[in-house]
């Protein structure tokens, strides 16, 4: 029998079992709030593949993602298990042209 992960564990396999993390309020189908409806229009708009996990389903992930980021908001983008940032900035990257070289696959 296999012990149970603690959160941080969770979230840790999530961020790196997944090229791209997106920890939101809702879904990419329907999102909760309009910071997390933004960055899925932004990472949508790049083509890019994203898990996505709804915070909002969970306490314990809604409070464990912003200790293991050290980052108070969400929603939290994460790309090859690193720490993006939230929805400010990955629109200041996208706009910059940053977020497209970020989520290119590395060759």
Known sequence: MTEQLTMQQQIEQAVTDNQVVLFMKGNANFPQCGFSGRAVQILQSLDTEFVTVDVLTNDAIREGIKQ???????????????????SDIMTEMYEAGELQTVLSPQA
């Open 68 to 86: 293991f980021s050290n980052w108070p908001t969400i929603p939290q983008l994460y790309v090859n298990g690193e720490f993006i940032g939230g």
